[in-house]
């Protein structure tokens, strides 16, 4: 069955450069009944000012993709990797067995809005990897599509978890639907 939040209902934090909201429990905002969902833990809808951001911190056991809806982001972390992620790209970090990494608004007077999504890695530990690759617009038009998942499916990147994360960007009025089918080894209530 699938999970539904509503968006009125997600938490909160706004601080003096950051305006963000939560759709399971994270930071200040605790909900014993939204602590994810399978392998996805964390869905934030975040807002960062001109010029700030968050600044180098760490992180281990997690897939964490950032998917920006305006403005760019500047991403620094402990491999040597620093890039500017744009509208229309995706970014995946997999923290493996650690990293540290910074996520800068890149601009200093206009905001950055972007989507984070964590989702808990299949096996701890191992290498922390980085892939940012740009996704086709024209095909978000047309439906569905696979951006991150396992790399046997051909995602736009490549995730540890038996998970699949998927976008479609249709025009107005356009519709597009989804059917889930249930993961392996679970019976269809049919």
């Given at each position: 069955?699938?999970?539904?939040?509503?968006r009125?209902?997600?938490?909160?934090?706004?601080?003096?450069?950051?305006?963000?909201?939560?759709?399971?429990?994270?930071?200040?905002?605790?909900?014993?009944a939204?602590?994810?969902?399978?392998a996805?833990?964390?869905?934030?809808?975040?807002?960062?000012?001109?010029?700030?951001?968050?600044?180098?911190?760490?992180?281990?056991?997690?897939?964490?993709?950032?998917?920006?809806?305006?403005?760019?982001?500047?991403?620094?972390?402990?491999?040597?990797?620093?890039?500017i992620?744009?509208?229309?790209?995706?970014?995946?970090?997999?923290?493996?067995?650690?990293?540290?990494?910074?996520?800068?608004?890149?601009?200093?007077t206009?905001?950055?809005?972007?989507?984070?999504?964590?989702?808990?890695?299949?096996?701890r530990?191992?290498?922390?990897?980085?892939?940012?690759?740009a996704?086709?617009?024209?095909?978000?038009?047309?439906?569905?599509?696979?951006?991150?998942g396992?790399?046997?499916?051909?995602p736009?990147?490549?995730?540890?978890?038996?998970?699949?994360?998927?976008?479609?960007?249709?025009?107005?009025?356009?519709?597009?639907?989804?059917?889930?089918?249930?993961?392996?080894?679970?019976?269809?209530?049919?």
């Amino acid at each position: 069955m699938a999970l539904i939040h509503e968006r009125a209902l997600r938490g909160h934090t706004r601080t003096g450069w950051l305006d963000s909201h939560h759709t399971f429990s994270f930071a200040g905002f605790r909900d014993p009944a939204r602590m994810g969902h399978r392998a996805l833990r964390v869905i934030n809808q975040d807002r960062v000012i001109g010029g700030a951001g968050f600044g180098a911190h760490q992180h281990a056991d997690m897939d964490i993709l950032t998917y920006v809806i305006t403005g760019c982001l500047a991403h620094e972390d402990s491999l040597g990797n620093g890039s500017i992620i744009r509208p229309g790209e995706i970014q995946r970090m997999s923290a493996g067995s650690g990293i540290r990494h910074s996520e800068m608004n890149a601009s200093t007077t206009d905001g950055v809005h972007f989507l984070q999504i964590w989702i808990i890695p299949d096996q701890r530990g191992g290498p922390p990897s980085y892939e940012q690759k740009a996704i086709d617009q024209r095909v978000l038009g047309q439906g569905w599509t696979l951006i991150a998942g396992p790399a046997a499916e051909q995602p736009v990147v490549s995730l540890f978890s038996d998970t699949r994360v998927l976008l479609a960007r249709p025009s107005a009025g356009a519709e597009v639907r989804h059917t889930f089918t249930p993961p392996a080894g679970l019976a269809s209530c049919r």
